[in-house]
């Protein structure tokens, strides 16, 4: 059974929409992220979550918003899309600081 | 600015070869450093992961060598096999700080050939 679950796993959308990306794990780990994956520039950290509290945030931009509903779901909103938004987006988890495991990812194509 | 740098951008090792990947990174605050594999169209999946307390971590086919003084550490990959074809990553990471954030290099696209 897949211990970390992205929904979905493609999604094509239109310059200006808005779109959430979905996030759970069920490993038990108390910290959750979001990077991110494109050609120009491989697996970019985003935002770190622990218990459910903001940590980090290298995101240049406002239109990145993650949500925490629960201790182990981590979305992501993302609003005023542009192409070049268009990227993998992985969920990953870990116990503190320790190994992280990364979700299947979402791949974001924005037209 | 944090970084940490990977080389070479691609290998191409014969099966049974040793592969070697390099990597080295700026920040002395940095304590952890994964490697991780990617084959296409998946996510990256940890492989192995040293903490600077040793200079040297095995697991079966693959090593990580850690310089603490020159700041590099790489991954050697054994009796390397066609199935070991993908892209590795080396990151870092500074276990005590408060985000858990990894920093990634731009990895290396390994292929074994036959």
């Known amino acids: 059974d897949p211990k970390i679950i992205q929904k979905p796993k493609y999604l094509v959308a239109v310059t200006g929409s808005e779109k959430i990306l979905i996030c759970e794990q069920y490993?038990?780990?108390?910290?959750m992220y979001w990077y991110r994956q494109s050609a120009k520039k491989p697996l970019e950290f985003m935002f770190s979550?622990?218990?459910?509290?903001?940590?980090d945030n290298q995101t240049a931009s406002s239109r990145f918003q993650p949500q925490s509903s629960k201790k182990n779901h981590l979305d992501l909103q993302i609003t005023a899309l542009k192409p070049d938004d268009s990227a993998t987006y992985f969920c990953?988890?870990?116990?503190?600081?320790?190994?992280?495991?990364f979700g299947p990812g979402t791949r974001l194509t924005v037209l | 600015q944090q970084q940490v740098r990977q080389s070479p951008q691609s290998l191409t090792v014969w099966e049974g070869e040793t592969a070697i990947l390099n990597c080295s990174y700026e920040d002395s605050t940095f304590d952890y450093f994964p490697w991780y594999h990617q084959f296409p169209g998946e996510s990256p999946a940890l492989l192995i992961a040293i903490r600077p307390v040793s200079n040297k971590k095995e697991d079966g086919r693959f090593t990580i060598f850690f310089n603490k003084r020159e700041k590099k550490f790489s991954l050697h990959i054994a009796d390397s096999q066609p199935g070991d074809s993908a892209t590795y990553f080396c990151a870092a990471s500074d276990s005590g700080g408060s985000n858990y954030k990894l920093t990634f290099g731009k990895g290396t696209l390994l292929t074994v050939t036959p």
């Open positions: 490993l038990g780990h108390n910290a």
């Open positions: 990953a988890s870990s116990r503190q600081s320790y190994e992280q495991y």
């Open positions: 979550y622990s218990y459910q509290k903001l940590m």
